[in-house]
C-alpha cells in the first residue's frame, strides 16, 4: 500500500490593500504608493516634518508603510502608528536591492521598498525602535561616549606631539593625565598644547558629571541592571547600555541569540567544502559592543576575578595561534552577552563559579595519600 504523503499547511500571504513606500530625506519624503495588484498607485513627496506627515497620513485608511532606518526614523514610525498604520523600519543594509542597486535613486528606492514590503516584511530585516525615554536615556550614554573619544584623541595628539620632540609623559591614567603632561610639556611645545590640556581637564570633569547621571538613571528608572553588575567587569555604563539597547529581552527566542544581535558571531562565507573563518559582523550597536569588550578586558585582565568565564577564556589564550588573546576576548564578551540575557529573563544570582563546582569531582585523593588495593577498588566502583 502507497503511503499518502500530506503537504503540511502554509498560512496565505496576507497583502495589504496599499503599501506606501518612503524614501526619507532632510528637507523631503518620497512617496510610493502599490495597491494590492501591484500596480503605482500614489507617487508624491512631503516634508520630512511631522505637520507634513499628519497631513498626509492622519485621518485615511489604515495601510503597510514602510520606511528605511536612519536619523528620521524613530519619531517618523511612533508618528505614523500614532496615526493608525502598520509600520515597517527597513534594515536596508542587509537587502542587496536597494544599497546595491545601479539605478539608485530617492523614486527607486521608495517603490522598492513599497514592493518588498508588499509581498514579504522580512525581506527587509525589520528593526524595532525604543521608546522615547529609553532613547533620551540612551542619549546620555551616547553623549559621554562621544566625549570619552574626544578626550581619547586629544591626549593621543599629545603625547605625540611631545615624543616627537624627544620628551615623554610619564605613565598616568587619563583622569591624571592633564596634570600630569603639564609638568612634562617643554617649553617650545607650551604654547601649543596648553590650551589642549585644559580642553582635556575640562572633558574629564564633563565626563564626571555623566557617570553622576547614569548612576542616578540606573538606580532610579532601571533596577535590573543591579542584577547585572553582579557580575565583576559590569558597572552601571555597561549594566544601563545594555539594557537600554535591548530594552525588550523577550524579543529573542534564546539567550545566544543576543551574540549574533550585537555582532559578535563571526562573518560566514561558506560555499561547498570551503568555510574560511572570518572577522566578526559588527552589525550591531557599537557602544554596547565596545563596552562588552571593555568589561571582557577586565574579566581577562590581572584584576579579574577566578570565573567560569576567565577560565574559559585564559584557556583560548593558551591554543596559542595568531591574534589568540583577541579572539579569547572576543568570545568573552560574546559569553558575556549572553550570559547577562539569561540573568536578566531569569533572574538567577550570578555565581562566579557555578560550573566549576558542579564539575568538581566528589571523590578525590591526596597528592601523597597511599590507598590500598581494596581502597581503590572501591573508589572504583565508587
Known sequence: MRESIKTPSVAPVTIPALTVGLDVADKYTIICGIDAQGEIVERSRIRTTPAGVEGRFRGVERCRVVLEVGAHSPWLSRLLKDCGHEVIVA??????????????????????????GRVDP???????????????????????????RSRTLLVNHVRG?????GSRIKKCSTESFARQADDDVPESLREA???????????????????RRVEQIANKSYPETELLRNVRGVGALTALAYVLVIEDPKRFKNSRMVGAFLGLRPRRAQSGDKDPQRRITK???????????????????????DCDMRRWGLKLCERGGKNAKKRAIVAVARKLAVLLHHMWTTGIVYEPLHKASREEPATSVKKHETVKPGRKRALARA
Not at 525581506?123 to 566625549?147: C, K, N, W
Open 193 to 211: 598644547l596648553a590650551p589642549m590640556l585644559k580642553l582635556i581637564e575640562s572633558l574629564t570633569e564633563e565626563i564626571r558629571r555623566y557617570d
Open 122 to 148: 522580512k525581506l527587509l530585516s525589520p528593526i524595532q525602535h525604543r521608546g522615547p525615554e529609553a532613547q533620551a536615556h540612551l542619549a546620555v550614554l551616547r553623549a559621554r561616549d562621544t566625549l570619552v
Open 161 to 165: 606631539v611631545i615624543k616627537s620632540s
Open 91 to 116: 534594515h536596508t543594509r542587509k537587502v542587496r536591492a536597494i544599497s546595491d542597486n545601479p539605478s539608485k535613486s530617492d523614486d527607486v528606492d521608495a517603490e522598492m521598498l513599497a514592493r518588498l
Open 283 to 305: 552589525m550591531g550597536d557599537r557602544m554596547l559592543r565596545r563596552l562588552l569588550v571593555g568589561s571582557a578586558h577586565y574579566i581577562l585582565g590581572p584584576f579579574g576575578e
